[in-house]
């Protein structure tokens, strides 16, 4: 008989004392955090739009330096009736735009009939030649294009860090969610066999006549309790893992079979980490948080918008100059008689008057990038103060796991005096279950703290944007 009660103390000591996951079962499957973010970065469809996103801000920078490629084209007009030749235009070109505006052409002419334009020349001609557009050399369209999808795939990067670290922040929320439920699990299982052992302890000693009949209903009652709260820790755990399996994934893109068999690794869990980051150093790294580097490159954006916008304050002229040559041959060196007799010059002027569309086109841009710099200095400040709350957060649930576990430490050794009077006679097998409660609600509730803590964890890494 002293054998049977040792065995049931240090069994049920053992169950509060500590959870461990189900081992040596090849039927079952762990799944340990770092497996489970590793998945979620690499198959979650958020995970894999924002590479996309990504890859399209890629595409788009190429698509901008398109603006600068060369570029080859030729025009054909004929016209030939009633057996006459009335003209022949032929007139391919090659253009090359530069990155300061200005284009470099050369082409050939080719000009035969009886008809032609007076001021075409017949016969073949060539030339070469630059358009400049004086308004445009410090700045054109073309290149801003081209540095607003720079700063586009640059700011498209940083987005995709924030949604890899929103992402996981929800998936580890789920995960620890996930850990917390079937640790509850695993605790109100031991309970329901210590309970089980208890009724059969007590039937035995009421066989012997050493205990009346109403302490072996006292006994079942007890463990009817924890078979109800088994029922729904079961529950609970098992639709945690139907949330938890919306963050995996396949290769393939379809979604993983969930499975009750996939249980989570606790090690972590049990041993909670004592190694809190700096909060200096969260808040000093503060400026290379993907939210503020984001809105940088956005402010870049509009500050070439503006620089734009401040274009077309400007006058427009262009002016233009071709050198000539007879035949498709052109002379090895360049002398004065050729520039003053065989060359062809344009040039263009153009300004509004009262300039209003420019000059509300660049109002708006400034206020566009004021606003953008008021959301800056708001979003800085809303970081740094969930980082710190996240912080306290981590600093006040560390005390609480501490006192906890030192009331549960005493609640086991009170449970274990009484189990000592009950032995003795001293004491009923009511108080015994009321010690024995109390012990499975500081368990409980110990577990929940745990799961807080990680949660919080999570929260401080996810406010400083660094679990990505």
Known sequence: MIKVRSRFLLVWVFVLLSVRSIANDSTRHVLTKDDFINIVKQYHPIAR??????????ANVQQSRGAFDPEIGAMLDRKAF????????FKPELTIPTWYGIDIKAGVEEIVGGRVSSESTLGQTSYIGIKVPANQ???????????????????????????VNNLLYDGLAAYWNWVEKYCS?????SAVSVGEERVRFVKL???????????????ITQLQTFYFQENAALLAFRNAGIELSNFLWLENNSPVE???????????????????PDLNALLSAVDEHPKLKSINYKMDILTIERKLKA????????????????????????????LENNHKVGFSF???LFLRDARGAYSAAKLKIFETDLDRSNTRLQIENKTRSYYNELLALMQQLNIMTSMSTNIIKLYQGERLKFETGESSLFLLNARQSKVLETAQKLIELKAKWQKAYVSLLWSSATLY
């Open 185 to 189: 699990y695993k605790i109100i299982s």
């Open 311 to 338: 274009q077309s304050l400007m006058p427009k002229m262009s002016l233009s100059g071709n050198i000539l040559s007879k035949g498709y041959n052109y002379p090895q060196e360049l002398n004065l008689p050729l």
């Open 205 to 219: 000693e009421f066989e012997q006549g050493l205990r009346p009949a109403i302490d072996t209903i006292e006994a």
């Open 258 to 276: 969930w499975s009750d068999l996939i249980l989570p690794d606790t090690t972590d869990f049990d041993q909670v980490a004592g190694i809190i």
């Open 49 to 58: 739009q924002a590479d996309l996103q990504v890859a399209r801000a890629k």
């Open 137 to 163: 050399l410090l700045f054109d369209k073309r290149r801003a294009a081209l540095r607003q999808a720079q700063a586009l795939q640059q700011q498209t990067a940083e987005e995709r860090k924030l949604a």
């Open 350 to 352: 153009a300004m509004p």
């Open 82 to 89: 009633d057996g006459k030749l009335y003209y022949s235009y």
